[in-house]
């Protein structure tokens, strides 16, 4: 366990989808890191609200049995042990493409992330799209990169060993 953590980050709702029904995919492992506090991760009751509701989706919980009421219910508190909720998120970003993931956006924002971690394409064209939504995105939240989970698990490791040879 690491005494220091190398970066802050916000995930989507793909991501912990992924994470619960997949405990070995790149997800799982960035939730991992997150657990293990080598990632502060940031999450809302908004952003928690709508994981729990995906989860117990009829159609999700279909493709996915291992999903049960149970093991929702431990994942959800799982989470809750060790991710840092921000209770107040104020709308510093309207994204008119897809309004859903502004919650998402203005969590890292306020929290000042480093990453969102994302499997959504609404979000990972944030950071080459030329719409002028992406633009002021980048302008505005230069330091904030939007990635998808082997790209964020590439950069972790790349901060740990940084970090080994300082």
């Not at 994470?19 to 908004?46: I, K, M, T």
């Not at 996915?64 to 921000?86: C, D, H, M, N, Q």
């Amino acid at each position: 366990m690491r005494t220091e953590p190398q970066c802050e980050a916000v995930f989507d709702c793909n991501i912990y989808l992924q994470a619960a029904a997949r405990p070995f995919s790149p997800s799982a492992a960035c939730l991992r890191l997150a657990e293990e506090g080598v990632v502060v991760l940031y999450v809302s009751e908004d952003i928690l609200t709508e994981v729990s509701e995906v989860l117990r989706r009829p159609a999700i919980q279909k493709r996915f049995p291992e999903l049960t009421e149970e093991s929702i219910y431990k994942f959800l508190e799982r989470v809750r042990g060790f991710a840092k909720l921000i209770k107040k998120v104020p709308s510093k970003f309207s994204y008119q493409r897809d309004v859903d993931d502004e919650i998402y956006i203005n969590l890292a924002v306020e929290a000042e992330a480093d990453f969102l971690v994302s499997r959504d394409n609404d979000l990972l064209d944030l950071m080459t799209d030329y719409t002028n939504d992406a633009k002021d995105f980048r302008r505005r939240f230069h330091w904030l990169k939007v990635v998808d989970p082997v790209e964020f698990l590439n950069e972790v490791r790349k901060l740990e060993s940084e970090t080994d040879l300082s």
